[in-house]
């Protein structure tokens, strides 16, 4: 086994990953099938969950996927899909909360219901699917390799920017200081807790702003490192989170922003 195995290979776990049908949830999916992990896939869309998963399969990787319906937006919905989970497999050594939703407004007219549908899917679904699913990865949990949550923050949780997206940009926020609280709580349960916080790629979410090369490009021009975020960047961050390198991470938010997190405008003494 060479020390790239050793470090990111997820052979023999088994993961779920939410909003995985497309954009960064898919992206960490494919991440993890590659690695050899066997990993569902769900979304309220589960026929392209399935057809995701029936892709992952093909390609001759070392892990295996399938995919189904869930809905985490609503508490019906979170127990449905915890109870899906516990009819697939009896432990849980990966828990990717990736399933996300937004609303871009002006300011003058965002509306009052914009707010409970977001942080429903964001924040309350994220919590309460990962409570439901405690006891599964306390199952998985090991004292040398603990069960793993990756929760999917924002750059925009970390930036005071909104861009219109007022309750998208809090609850991501939110995200990230529920991650720190869960981490503190689980770590006796030998679960760690961290999150993404991802900067601008190619997702369905954004596909207003980065859905043609051009668009990307604009977008990619206002970062630091000068380009928008690609499939590899979520996969190495993923496999480093849950896999023997990240055992000892817990209740980090690790940017994968190409240094949007430490940009600002100040300038102190130089033109």
């Not at 050793?6 to 993961?15: I, Q, V, Y």
């Not at 990787?61 to 009896?90: I, K, N, Y």
């Not at 679904?125 to 999917?152: C, I, M, Q, S, Y």
């Amino acid at each position: 086994m060479t020390i790239f195995e050793e470090l990111f290979s997820l052979a023999g776990k088994t993961a779920l990953v939410t909003g995985g049908a497309s954009g960064i949830g898919r992206m960490a999916a494919s991440a993890m099938v590659r690695a050899g992990a066997h990993v569902m896939i769900a979304s309220r869309r589960g026929d392209q969950c399935a057809a995701v998963a029936k892709e992952l399969n093909a390609l001759d990787a070392a892990g295996s996927a399938e995919g189904f319906a869930g809905d985490v937006g609503s508490e019906e919905g979170v127990t449905q899909l915890a109870a899906a989970v516990s009819e697939r497999t009896d432990k849980l050594h990966i828990l990717f909360n990736n399933a996300g939703a937004s609303w871009g407004e002006r300011l003058e007219s965002f509306p009052y219901h914009a707010w409970a549908r977001v942080l429903n899917i964001n924040v309350t679904g994220l919590f309460h699917l990962t409570r439901e699913l405690l006891p599964l990865l306390e199952k998985a949990a090991g004292e040398e390799d603990p069960a793993r949550v990756v929760n999917l923050g924002s750059v925009m949780g970390s930036q005071p920017i909104a861009d219109g997206a007022y309750s998208y940009t809090a609850s991501k926020a939110a995200v990230h200081h529920l991650t720190r609280t869960l981490a503190n709580e689980f770590a006796a349960k030998r679960v760690t807790v961290n999150a993404l916080a991802p900067g601008p790629f190619q997702s369905r979410m954004t596909a207003f702003a980065t859905g043609t090369e051009e668009k990307a490009a604009k977008v990619g021009a206002r970062v630091p490192l000068g380009r928008i975020g690609a499939p590899d960047d979520i996969a190495g961050a993923t496999l480093y989170l849950c896999g023997r390198a990240g055992s000892y991470v817990t209740g980090a938010i690790l940017p994968i922003d190409g240094g949007q997190s430490a940009q600002h405008g100040m300038k102190l003494f130089r033109d």
